[in-house]
């Protein structure tokens, strides 16, 4: 069982809808990441937040909104989005180092699917 | 450019066919180089971390070792629950925060 977790597992929406995805963890990690990965694609990084500021936003599109509430959940917030932002949706965390890197530990996702 | 290949793309095994799948790298001064294994429709579920060359972990039927410029996972007599995807990962220094630069992945069929 993994220890991040993600709801919801499946979200439909139509383009002008707005949800949000949530992510939690309970290990202690300060790092937190939401990635995005296609059909047999890798993860692609969307955004980093190290102890509950944003660190790194790789030129996502302003419909995707991150938040960070508190050191043990991430949520994504979605407005307008496109087709094509149909995907797997996942949250990661790890130890926020600045040397040497820790692993990151994954939730399962949420397939997101827009109509 | 820091890059991470993976190959083969693609490999089909027998029960009990050991095997090795590689991870090349072109990144200075790595910070660690990473494993995963993901299943269809789940997560990316940890492995191993290797830092340095030389360095070497096993789990199970699985062993990663770690040179310069590449490591290989090594599976030794895979069986069916063995299939699954493998990600290999790496963090460079210049990459701001934790993040990491993923391989496209070798997807590994094994059949009884």
């Known amino acids: 069982d993994t220890e991040v977790t993600q709801t919801p597992k499946h979200l439909v929406m139509g383009m002008t809808n707005k949800k949000s995805l949530k992510c939690e963890q309970h290990m202690g990690h300060r790092a937190m990441y939401w990635y995005k990965q296609k059909a047999k694609k890798p993860p692609e990084l969307m955004f980093v937040y190290s102890y509950e500021k944003l660190s790194i936003n790789e030129s996502v599109p302003s419909r995707f909104s991150p938040e960070c509430p508190n050191s043990s959940l991430l949520n994504l917030h979605l407005h307008a989005l496109q087709p094509e932002d149909s995907a797997l949706y996942l949250c990661?965390?790890?130890?926020?180092?600045?040397?040497?890197?820790?692993?990151?530990?994954f939730g399962d996702g949420t397939r997101l699917s827009i109509l | 450019e820091d890059q991470v290949t993976q190959s083969p793309e693609a490999l089909r095994l027998q029960e009990g066919e050991s095997s090795s799948l590689n991870c090349s790298y072109t990144v200075s001064g790595l910070r660690g180089l990473f494993w995963y294994r993901q299943d269809p429709g789940k997560g990316p579920e940890f492995l191993f971390t290797l830092y340095s060359a030389g360095e070497e972990k096993e789990k199970e039927r699985l062993k990663a070792t770690l040179t310069k410029k590449e490591s290989f996972l090594h599976i030794t007599a895979p069986k069916p629950e063995d299939s699954a995807t493998y990600l290999c990962a790496v963090r460079a220094p210049n990459q701001a925060g934790t993040a990491l630069i993923f391989g496209k992945g070798t997807t590994l069929s094994v059949s009884s």
């Open positions: 990661a965390s790890s130890q926020a180092t600045g040397g040497y890197s820790q692993p990151q530990h």
